[in-house]
C-alpha cells in the first residue's frame, strides 16, 4: 500500500459544481496534513493546512479523519481558475524531510 | 521580494555529461530541499539542508551531490547524468522545518531537465 494514496482523476466538472478529493493515508502516526495546488508546468503552492477540527477557507474545506485515515478537500462553487491538480501531503513527523507527497488529483472545470 | 529562484528552467544533457541546478532563497530560511518529480509519482526528496553547510540525503539521492555553502544557495549536482534521471526538479525552503501545522514549503519555479 502507498504511504498516500489520491485518486489521480481527471474530475472534470461544471462551473459552480461542488467537488470533492478524498487522500488516504497509511501511517497512523502521521502528524501533519496539507493540500497543495499545482499548476500545470508550474510548482506546487500551498493551499491549506488541514486541521483536526476542519477548517474553511472560503470556497475550500478540508477535513481529516484520524480512525479511517485519510485527509479530504472540498471545493464548493468550482471556478475555472480552480483548474489544477492538488498534491496531498502528510507529514509522519520530523521534520519536513519525513514529509510525503501524493500523486495529485486532477481537476478540470469546464465552463 | 523573489523568495525561491532556480536556474536553469530548461535543460538538455547527454548521458554522462554533468551538471549543476542552482538555488537560491532570500527568506533566510535554515531548511532547503532538492525534490524531483516524475509523472504518477509524487515528489519525491533527493537530498536536503537543515543549515549552512550541512546536507542530508533523501529518498532518492543516488547519482546526486549537494552543497550548501552559503545559507541562501544550494545546488544540486549530477556528476554523470544518466536518462533515468529525465525529470522535474524543484527547490523548495522553509522556516523553520518542522512541517508542523502552518508552516509551508516555498517551492522554486521549477528545471526539466531531459537526458538523452
Known amino acids: 500500500r502507498k504511504e498516500v494514496e489520491q485518486d489521480p482523476g481527471p474530475f472534470n466538472v461544471p462551473e459552480g459544481a461542488t467537488v470533492a478529493f478524498n487522500c488516504t493515508y497509511s501511517n497512523s502516526a502521521s502528524q501533519s496534513f496539507f493540500w497543495y495546488r499545482q499548476d500545470c508546468r508550474k510548482e506546487p503552492k500551498l493551499l491549506m493546512s488541514?486541521?483536526?477540527s476542519g477548517n474553511e477557507d472560503g470556497r475550500f474545506t478540508a477535513q481529516l479523519n484520524r480512525a479511517s485515515q485519510y485527509i479530504s478537500l472540498l471545493i464548493r462553487d468550482s471556478k475555472l481558475s480552480d483548474s489544477a491538480t492538488y498534491l496531498c501531503?502528510?507529514?509522519?513527523?520530523?521534520?519536513?524531510?519525513?514529509?510525503?507527497f501524493g500523486t495529485g488529483t486532477k481537476l478540470q472545470v469546464i465552463p | 521580494n523573489a523568495g525561491v529562484t532556480q536556474t536553469p528552467k530548461f535543460r538538455v544533457l547527454k548521458t554522462g555529461q554533468s551538471m549543476t541546478l542552482l538555488c537560491a532563497q532570500d527568506?533566510?530560511?535554515?531548511?532547503m530541499y532538492w525534490y524531483r518529480q516524475d509523472p504518477g509519482m509524487g515528489l519525491r526528496l533527493i537530498h536536503y539542508?537543515?543549515?549552512?553547510?550541512?546536507?542530508a540525503k533523501g529518498e532518492v539521492p543516488d547519482g546526486y551531490n549537494v552543497s550548501r555553502l552559503k545559507k541562501q544557495n544550494f545546488l544540486l549536482g549530477l556528476e554523470s547524468a544518466a536518462p533515468s534521471q529525465t525529470s522535474v526538479y524543484f527547490c523548495?525552503?522553509?522556516?523553520?522545518?518542522?512541517?508542523?501545522?502552518?508552516?509551508?514549503?516555498?517551492f522554486g519555479s521549477g528545471t526539466q531537465l531531459s537526458v538523452l
Open positions: 527568506m533566510n530560511h535554515e531548511y
Open positions: 488541514v486541521y483536526s
Open positions: 539542508s537543515v543549515g549552512e553547510g550541512t546536507t
Open positions: 523548495a525552503s522553509s522556516y523553520p522545518g518542522q512541517g508542523k501545522i502552518d508552516e509551508k514549503l516555498f
Open positions: 501531503v502528510v507529514n509522519m513527523g520530523g521534520g519536513y524531510q519525513k514529509v510525503t
